[in-house]
């Protein structure tokens, strides 16, 4: 998103669970939040989670982000029962390959995202890096998303490696509502028992702005090991 002293121009992210290119101006802020439900992993009933995100984001400049998100989350399994707890903290740098002003933007953007999150639950000594490739295309009223990424919990006793894949499709209905579609998915490359799943969804998607607010919605529909996956993204720039 380019945000203007007076409203936001789009939003964050036009999808549900997929990433967009769009970074902070420079010194612009914002603070963002999702929630997400993973509901019947691996056809199990009892298992299901919910995670709630929640972050400000600064722009270093036009075309780097710097975000710092806290995590909590919500599971229900058959081992322990349910529970809620501060899942990790992060630090995460977007950076945008092309510029952003609406007069000499190209219509394919790339940009990448890198970080690393501090994994509160378990062991002390595990951690999480992650990057992520992004490309988004837009022209005229069509607006279309592709990532891939990778994410590992790395510690003396874990060794996890997961892809993170999605693409997505997004069409204006009008200036500030849009509808779309997006398949999202995340794939286990290997597992040493610390609870990296596997699962891939397909489903709507809508995107609304209002001034310096904005959301964006998903209902993922399983398609792999899963049942549905909703998510929602909102946030405010200030």
């Given at each position: 998103m380019v945000v203007a002293p007076g409203t936001a121009s789009a939003g964050r992210?036009?999808?549900?669970?997929?990433?967009?290119?769009?970074?902070?101006?420079?010194?612009g802020a914002e603070i963002g939040t999702f929630i997400s439900e993973e509901?019947?992993?691996?056809?199990?009933?009892?298992?299901?989670?919910?995670t709630w995100w929640i972050a400000p984001s600064i722009g270093i400049n036009d075309q780097l982000e710097l975000t710092l998100p806290v995590v909590?989350?919500?599971?229900?399994?058959?081992?322990?029962?349910?529970?809620?707890?501060?899942?990790?903290?992060?630090?995460?740098?977007?950076?945008?390959f092309v510029t952003a002003d609406p007069v000499d933007r190209p219509a394919f953007a790339p940009a990448i995202q890198i970080g690393i999150?501090?994994?509160?639950?378990?062991?002390?000594d595990v951690w999480e890096p992650?990057?992520?490739?992004?490309?988004?295309?837009?022209?005229?009223?069509?607006?279309?998303?592709?990532?891939?990424?990778?994410?590992?919990?790395v510690g003396p006793?874990?060794?996890?490696?997961?892809?993170?894949?999605?693409?997505?499709?997004?069409?204006?209905a009008t200036d500030d509502l849009?509808?779309?579609?997006?398949?999202?998915?995340?794939?286990?490359?290997?597992?040493?028992?610390?609870?990296?799943?596997?699962?891939?969804?397909?489903?709507?998607?809508?995107?609304w702005t209002h001034g310096r607010t904005w959301l964006s919605a998903n209902y993922g529909i399983g398609v792999y090991k899963i049942r549905d996956a909703p998510k929602l993204n909102w946030g405010i720039a200030f």
């Open positions: 992210t036009f999808y549900g669970w997929l990433q967009g290119s769009e970074t902070m101006p420079e010194r509901n019947k992993l691996e056809d199990d009933d009892n298992l299901r989670n919910t909590f989350s919500w599971d229900r399994a058959d081992h322990g029962g349910p529970r809620s707890t501060l899942e990790h903290y992060a630090a995460d740098l977007k950076y945008r999150n501090r994994i509160v639950t378990g062991p002390r992650h990057a992520l490739l992004i490309g988004t295309y837009q022209v005229g009223a069509i607006h279309a998303a592709i990532n891939l990424g990778a994410t590992a919990l006793d874990a060794q996890d490696y997961q892809a993170v894949t999605g693409v997505g499709l997004s069409i204006a849009r509808f779309g579609i997006e398949a999202y998915g995340e794939f286990a490359l290997n597992n040493s028992g610390t609870g990296n799943d596997s699962w891939a969804v397909v489903g709507p998607n809508l995107a």
